[in-house]
């Protein structure tokens, strides 16, 4: 079945079709098995038609991007199977025959690893909760984990004798966050002892036209300000998260680490959500019960009755809405209430022009340009942008080596392709294809 599949992927790949609805359509495939199958379907394909390896490796460097990039489904696994993509193809482009496309491929492969190593680490994190308990899971990460750094540093050998051969910048990969992570997850978890609970549709103040004029941050800032606050153990947001209209939210949602809590309408019923936030609450008194303060981040009074189940179970109550739209009486069942400055209303087309000021748009551009002055005036990427030209992963990883939190989607872009065609107008930059089936996009000075 999934031979059948993967050809599938990469017959769709090849035709530059939109691969992620049918990457969508087939998560529950993406399974532990699918990677392993990936490789040897490489390894048949290419023994069997040794003259086209090199255009078939192309290919499933470009699957590998567009599942790296995937959001949906499991993202260790989605990781997993990319970097099965990537070794595969290096299995037959090597330094020696094609350096500028080994060299992209090997930037992208450590930057794999590199977002798996995260995730192992953010699970790490919370596992570290209910430490007596996941003993068994810890040492089966910490394990994979060791197997992954030192597959890592192999890698990172391997591409610093590149550039120190071509005296290229040194690429420094920070490891010691996950490491204190592992040796965190070893201590005593009893000093976290808050959750906070967020209702996004309150907060957004309905879906139809949502407002962002809440900072997290602050939120946040105000909620462990209360001396009874140690540690927060965990953040949870309610929320339709397939609605495009909260793709805006998502980076701050993931910058603090906020877990999402996906919350299908149903039959647009808007208390869908502050269904289920009540029932994990509950469900959080027993599973955890070290767990002392519970903040709510909301102004509906359905969650009066949540606040009067926490107190019968001895537990401290933190309320957090805007100040003139909350019930009434929910401050009164809360211990503490925080009270959010009210949201200034604004249409849509205001949100949407108001994203970006003039002064940040130039600033924005500055350092895109800056980026490609970098490309232009440094080697090796000199000579590969006057040659052969460099490949879009490897652009792209350089863009997000150059720009802390680049992300050319928050810009207005769908695809990596359009936003380099929006920066490089007017200069020698263009874009080109390359490759057999003339299917690899590249970045070129002509």
């Known amino acids: ?28 495939k993406l399974d532990n098995s699918f990677a392993s199958e990936l490789r040897k379907f490489a390894s048949s394909t290419f023994a069997s038609q040794p003259a086209k390896a090199v255009g078939i490796a192309k290919i499933f460097v470009k699957f590998s991007y567009f599942i790296k990039q995937l959001e949906q489904g499991n993202r260790a696994i989605n990781l997993e199977i990319a970097i099965a993509g990537y070794e595969s193809a290096l299995t037959v482009i090597t330094r020696e025959n094609l350096l500028p496309e080994w060299s992209g491929i090997q930037e992208a492969l450590v930057d794999t690893y590199q977002q798996r190593q995260n995730i192992l680490s953010e699970m790490i994190s919370e596992l570290k909760e ?39 910048p040194k690429l420094e990969i920070d490891l010691q966050p996950i490491v204190s992570a592992i040796q965190e997850a070893k201590s005593s978890s009893q000093s976290f002892n808050t959750v906070i609970l967020y209702d996004i549709e309150n907060l957004i103040k309905g879906n139809h036209n949502p407002q962002f004029n809440f900072s997290l941050e602050e939120i946040i800032g105000k909620i462990k300000a209360y001396n009874l606050v140690n540690k927060i153990a965990g953040q949870y947001a309610y929320a339709d998260w397939s609605n495009n209209r909260l793709k805006q939210i998502k980076p701050n949602i993931q910058k603090f680490g906020i877990e999402t809590m996906q919350i299908f309408g149903f039959s647009n019923q808007k208390n869908a959500a502050d269904i289920q936030l009540v029932i994990d609450a509950v469900e959080l008194i027993h599973s955890k019960p070290w767990l002392q303060v519970f903040a709510i981040v909301s102004g509906d009074g359905g969650f009066s009755c949540l606040a009067k189940k926490l107190h019968e179970y001895r537990k401290i109550v933190i309320g957090c809405a805007y100040e003139n739209h909350t019930n009434k009486l929910l401050p009164a069942l809360c211990d503490y209430f925080v009270r959010l400055p009210d949201p200034i209303e604004q249409n849509q087309n205001e949100v949407n022009n108001s994203k970006f000021t003039v002064e940040k748009q130039q600033l924005i551009n500055h350092q895109h340009q800056e980026v490609l002055n970098y490309l232009r005036n440094n080697e090796p990427y000199q000579s590969y942008l006057r040659q052969d030209g460099i490949a879009f992963p ?53």
């Open 130 to 168: 209910n430490t007596f308990q996941n003993n068994t899971k810890i040492n089966d990460l910490t394990k994979q984990f060791e197997q992954d750094k030192q597959q890592s540093h192999e890698l990172k050998a391997q591409l610093l004798e590149t550039i120190e051969s071509q005296k290229q």
């Open 1 to 28: 079945m999934h031979q059948d599949l993967i050809l599938h992927f990469l017959k769709a790949t090849s035709q530059n079709q939109d691969i992620y609805p049918l990457l969508i359509k087939h998560l529950n």
């Open 394 to 446: 490897a652009v792209h990883n350089i863009f997000l080596q150059q720009i802390s939190g680049f992300d050319y989607r928050e810009l207005g872009f769908k695809q990596f392709k359009l936003f380099l065609n929006s920066i490089i107008k007017g200069t020698e930059f263009k874009i080109v294809k390359s490759g057999s089936n003339h299917t690899i996009a590249k970045l070129k000075i002509t």
